[in-house]
């Protein structure tokens, strides 16, 4: 493939995963919202008492927090950086997932880290995969630990049946994922020798020597995986995560009239999340809300109120990160075009020097 055809192929892969996944926010959105009557849901959006908003809002800046020092703990043995200043690239990248195709918040943040603490893209990108692996984990051991208490409350066998088959899935792809990760990590010198076959057979020859370094920097992030201690560590504190984001549901549950245990919205949390894996439009509308309504329903709390409550839990969790993450956005000067800059440069992954804080809408990746 040409020079100039590459990035026209690469432009049309974005624009069909694009399309993809507003097809499957659609279909979740038509799923979730069919048979509901949807002045009753107005009715109880209008109603709700969002005093209960405030300190929901406190414990999920809170959870962002703990990524925040999850990721400070990865990246330590790349280069030492304090959380309060990963802070800014962890909002902004929240922000780019919620407004921007593609999941692109994972890359901005890696992109604000190459360009004001000089850790290389690859090695970065890296860290944050072993930290969805691990969300993911967390996710199924919120389920396999709730739902046993939760059984009690569930009136929908069927909705129970498809919880479980959705965790079976998803345990095995998780549990795959880290066994990867894991082989990579702790076997560095046969992994090289396999990356590197391959690199060989498959690879121009011109772009060999270039991805082999790109991989030796990818290799360089999953570091934390090779102590069982650090391991333990990253589990640990994606737990707190995710107990204290599942807070944020209990708090904004009571501004509205249903009232369920903590283990439902344990699973409530695990359910959602795991849902928002799947491509979607930005700010995973759909793939939240549906997942949310359908769990909460066989727990049997109206479908209304249910649909009211995650839209509003929904909201609340995208508006405050996003504007946060919009003011540091504007704070570093940077601009809508280092969206697709970071994406250039995740692409190609390019080695070049760092970027100048003070030029980042004129660097070239």
């Not at 993911?136 to 709730?146: D, E, K, N």
Request: proline share 5%; glycine share 4%; net charge positive.
């Amino acid at each position: 493939m040409t020079e100039k055809a590459r990035p026209r192929a690469r432009s049309w892969r974005r624009w069909l995963w694009l399309g993809a996944g507003l097809l499957i926010s659609a279909v979740f959105l038509w799923l979730s919202l069919r048979g509901l009557h949807l002045e009753q849901v107005w009715r109880d959006i209008q109603s709700a008492n969002y005093i209960w908003i405030v300190p929901g809002v406190a414990v999920y800046f809170l959870a962002v927090w703990f990524r925040t020092w999850r990721w400070h703990y990865q990246l330590r043995l790349l280069k030492p950086v304090p959380t309060r200043r990963l802070w800014p690239a962890v909002a902004i990248g929240y922000m780019g997932n919620n407004i921007y195709p593609f999941r692109a918040g994972e890359v901005i943040r890696c992109y604000v880290l190459y360009r004001d603490e000089q850790i290389n893209m690859p090695a970065s990108l890296a860290t944050v995969l072993v930290e969805r692996i691990f969300d993911g984990l967390t996710m199924l051991i919120f389920v396999f630990a709730a739902l046993p208490f939760a059984l009690s409350e569930i009136v929908d066998q069927a909705g129970s049946a498809w919880l479980i088959q959705v965790s079976v899935v998803a345990t095995v792809v998780f549990f795959l994922a880290l066994i990867v990760f894991l082989y990579l990590a702790i076997r560095p010198e046969r992994a090289a020798c396999v990356y590197c076959w391959l690199i060989d057979r498959f690879v121009p020859a011109p772009m060999r020597a270039r991805t082999r370094e790109i991989a030796d920097r990818f290799m360089g992030g999953l570091v934390a995986l090779r102590s069982p201690r650090d391991m333990l560590m990253i589990l640990f504190t994606s737990i707190l995560v995710w107990l204290t984001e599942t807070l944020k549901y209990w708090f904004v549950m009571h501004a509205f009239p249903f009232e369920t245990s903590f283990f439902v919205l344990m699973l409530m949390t695990a359910v959602v999340n795991l849902a928002t894996t799947i491509p979607s439009a930005p700010g995973y509308i759909g793939t939240f809300d549906g997942p949310g309504i359908a769990t909460l329903a066989a727990f049997g709390v109206d479908a209304n109120v249910a649909a009211s409550y995650t839209l509003v839990l929904h909201a609340a969790l995208w508006l405050p990160i996003t504007v946060l993450g919009a003011w540091y956005f504007v704070r570093k000067g940077m601009r809508w075009a280092d969206f697709d800059r970071a994406q250039a440069a995740a692409a190609k992954l390019a080695d070049e020097e760092p970027p100048s804080e003070t030029t980042p809408a004129t660097v070239e990746l």
